[in-house]
C-alpha cells in the first residue's frame, strides 16, 4: 500500500505534466504550521524559470527569466487532481501549495493498515548492514540510568531497522577489560574474598582496592602486574576475571529479558574482545602518517580539536580511543556494515568526533 506521501508525490508529479509537458520533483513536505494544513508543494518556485525558458518567456519576464512562481502555483492547482484525499488545496506567499488532507480518507487509509501486518511500512529496496551500538554496561558494577536509557534507545532503533529490511547487527560493548581489572583480581587474591561475591560484592571490593591502590605501593606494584598477566592470558588472572563477567552477566542480563531487549550473550563484544586488535591499529594508523609520536605517547592530531586522541599511551597502554577505533575496524571489515549507529550521551560527543 502507498504511503500517503508517495500517492500526494504521484498526484502533484501528474499534474506538473499535464500542466507544462514535463516532469518535475514536487518538492512535498510536511507543513511546519498546521494553519497552513498538512502538506506542502515547493515546487513552483523552482519551475517558474524551467516554465519560463520553456514558453519563450524568459527575455520578456520582469522577473529576470522567470514567470510569477504563484501563476505556476494556479497552473499546477488546475491540474491536480486530489480525489477524495482532500478538503482543501490553497496557494501561500510567493506560490506554496499547501494540501489539508480530509480526515474521512485519513480514517479509510488507517482502517486498512489495521490489517496490514508491517502498518504499511514498505521494505528496503538496497538492504545495507548496520550495527547498532548500544548499552555498555561496565562489568563488577551495576547498571544505572545512562545504560538502562541508551539500552532503550538503542534497541528501538535496532528495531526500527530491522523493520525496514536492514540486516542489524547489535552490539553490546561492555566495559570487560582495562587497569580496573588489575585491582580488583589483586584484592581478591590479597584478601581471600570474593569466593561467592554478587555484584554488590564487587562494587564494594572494587572501592576498596581503589583505596589500596592509592595508599599501598606494594599493592598499587602487584595490581599493574596482575593487569600484565591478564594481558598475557594468565590462567588463575583470566580464570578470577572470568567470574567477575559471569557474576556481572548475572545481573544485567534479567534487565535485559524484563525489558524485553534482544541482546545475548552472542551480541557482547566487551573490551577485551579487542585486545589483541589493538596493536595493529596503532601499527596502521602510524604506517599511513596518521598517527604520530608526541611527548611519549602515540597520537592522532584531529582538526578543529586542540587536544589530541591518544591511542597508545607512553606506557605502552591504550585507552577507550583505541579499542574504540579496533572496533569500528571490525565492524566495518569483519561485519560487513555499511552504516554504525552508537548510543551515547552528549558528554561523549567530542569523543566520537
Given at each position: 500500500?502507498?504511503t500517503?506521501?508517495?500517492q500526494?508525490?504521484?498526484?502533484?508529479?501528474?499534474?506538473?505534466?499535464?500542466?507544462?509537458?514535463?516532469?518535475s520533483?514536487?518538492?512535498?513536505?510536511v507543513?511546519?504550521?498546521?494553519?497552513?494544513?498538512?502538506?506542502?508543494?515547493?515546487a513552483?518556485?523552482?519551475?517558474?524559470?524551467?516554465?519560463?525558458?520553456?514558453?519563450?518567456?524568459?527575455?520578456?519576464?520582469?522577473?529576470?527569466?522567470k514567470?510569477?512562481?504563484r501563476?505556476?502555483?494556479?497552473?499546477?492547482?488546475?491540474?491536480?487532481?486530489?480525489?477524495?484525499?482532500?478538503?482543501?488545496v490553497?496557494?501561500?506567499?510567493?506560490?506554496?501549495?499547501?494540501?489539508r488532507?480530509s480526515?474521512?480518507?485519513l480514517?479509510?487509509?488507517?482502517a486498512?493498515?489495521?490489517s496490514?501486518e508491517?502498518?504499511?511500512?514498505p521494505?528496503?529496496?538496497?538492504?545495507?548492514?548496520v550495527?547498532?551500538?548500544?548499552s555498555?554496561?561496565?562489568?563488577?558494577k551495576?547498571?544505572?540510568?545512562?545504560?538502562?536509557?541508551?539500552?532503550?534507545?538503542?534497541?528501538?532503533?535496532?528495531?526500527?531497522?530491522?523493520?525496514?529490511?536492514q540486516?542489524?547487527v547489535?552490539?553490546?560493548?561492555?566495559?570487560?577489560?582495562?587497569?580496573q581489572?588489575?585491582?580488583?583480581?589483586?584484592?581478591?587474591?590479597?584478601?581471600g574474598l570474593?569466593?561467592?561475591?554478587?555484584?554488590?560484592?564487587?562494587?564494594?571490593?572494587?572501592?576498596r582496592a581503589?583505596?589500596?591502590?592509592d595508599?599501598?605501593?606494594a599493592?598499587?606494584?602487584?595490581?599493574?602486574?596482575?593487569v600484565?598477566r591478564?594481558?598475557?592470558?594468565?590462567?588463575?588472572?583470566?580464570?578470577t576475571?572470568k567470574?567477575?563477567?559471569?557474576?556481572?552477566r548475572?545481573?544485567?542480563?534479567?534487565?535485559?529479558?524484563?525489558?524485553?531487549?534482544?541482546?545475548?550473550?552472542?551480541?557482547?563484544?566487551?573490551?577485551?574482545?579487542?585486545n589483541p586488535?589493538?596493536?595493529?591499529?596503532?601499527?596502521?594508523?602510524?604506517?599511513?602518517?596518521?598517527?604520530?609520536?608526541?611527548?611519549?605517547?602515540?597520537?592522532v592530531?584531529?582538526?578543529?580539536?586542540?587536544?589530541?586522541?591518544?591511542?597508545?599511551?607512553?606506557?605502552?597502554g591504550?585507552g577507550?580511543?583505541?579499542?574504540?577505533?579496533?572496533?569500528i575496524?571490525?565492524?566495518t571489515a569483519?561485519?560487513?556494515?555499511?552504516r554504525l549507529?552508537?548510543?551515547?550521551?552528549?558528554?561523549?560527543?567530542?569523543h566520537f568526533?
Amino acid at each position: 500500500m502507498p504511503t500517503i506521501h508517495q500517492q500526494l508525490d504521484a498526484a502533484f508529479r501528474q499534474a506538473i505534466t499535464d500542466a507544462f509537458g514535463f516532469e518535475s520533483d514536487p518538492m512535498l513536505s510536511v507543513s511546519q504550521s498546521d494553519k497552513f494544513g498538512d502538506y506542502q508543494s515547493n515546487a513552483a518556485m523552482g519551475l517558474a524559470k524551467q516554465v519560463a525558458e520553456r514558453t519563450g518567456q524568459a527575455s520578456t519576464s520582469a522577473a529576470q527569466g522567470k514567470i510569477n512562481p504563484r501563476t505556476v502555483a494556479e497552473q499546477i492547482k488546475a491540474k491536480l487532481d486530489l480525489g477524495e484525499m482532500a478538503t482543501e488545496v490553497t496557494i501561500a506567499g510567493p506560490g506554496f501549495l499547501n494540501v489539508r488532507l480530509s480526515p474521512q480518507w485519513l480514517g479509510r487509509q488507517m482502517a486498512a493498515l489495521r490489517s496490514d501486518e508491517r502498518l504499511g511500512i514498505p521494505k528496503t529496496e538496497k538492504p545495507a548492514t548496520v550495527v547498532v551500538d548500544y548499552s555498555g554496561v561496565n562489568v563488577a558494577k551495576q547498571m544505572h540510568v545512562g545504560h538502562l536509557r541508551s539500552t532503550n534507545i538503542g534497541d528501538a532503533i535496532a528495531r526500527i531497522l530491522e523493520l525496514q529490511g536492514q540486516r542489524v547487527v547489535r552490539q553490546n560493548h561492555i566495559g570487560d577489560w582495562g587497569t580496573q581489572f588489575g585491582m580488583l583480581i589483586a584484592f581478591l587474591k590479597w584478601t581471600g574474598l570474593g569466593a561467592d561475591a554478587r555484584i554488590e560484592d564487587l562494587e564494594d571490593f572494587y572501592r576498596r582496592a581503589k583505596q589500596e591502590f592509592d595508599a599501598d605501593p606494594a599493592f598499587a606494584e602487584e595490581a599493574r602486574q596482575t593487569v600484565v598477566r591478564l594481558q598475557a592470558g594468565g590462567v588463575e588472572e583470566l580464570a578470577t576475571w572470568k567470574r567477575i563477567v559471569d557474576e556481572s552477566r548475572a545481573h544485567f542480563q534479567p534487565l535485559y529479558d524484563r525489558m524485553h531487549v534482544s541482546l545475548a550473550r552472542e551480541h557482547e563484544r566487551g573490551e577485551s574482545f579487542y585486545n589483541p586488535m589493538l596493536a595493529d591499529v596503532v601499527k596502521e594508523l602510524r604506517d599511513k602518517g596518521l598517527a604520530v609520536e608526541s611527548e611519549g605517547a602515540i597520537v592522532v592530531w584531529v582538526e578543529k580539536f586542540e587536544t589530541p586522541l591518544i591511542i597508545q599511551k607512553r606506557d605502552g597502554g591504550y585507552g577507550y580511543g583505541t579499542t574504540d577505533l579496533a572496533a569500528i575496524r571490525y565492524r566495518t571489515a569483519e561485519l560487513g556494515a555499511q552504516r554504525l549507529a552508537y548510543v551515547t550521551d552528549a558528554r561523549q560527543r567530542e569523543h566520537f568526533a
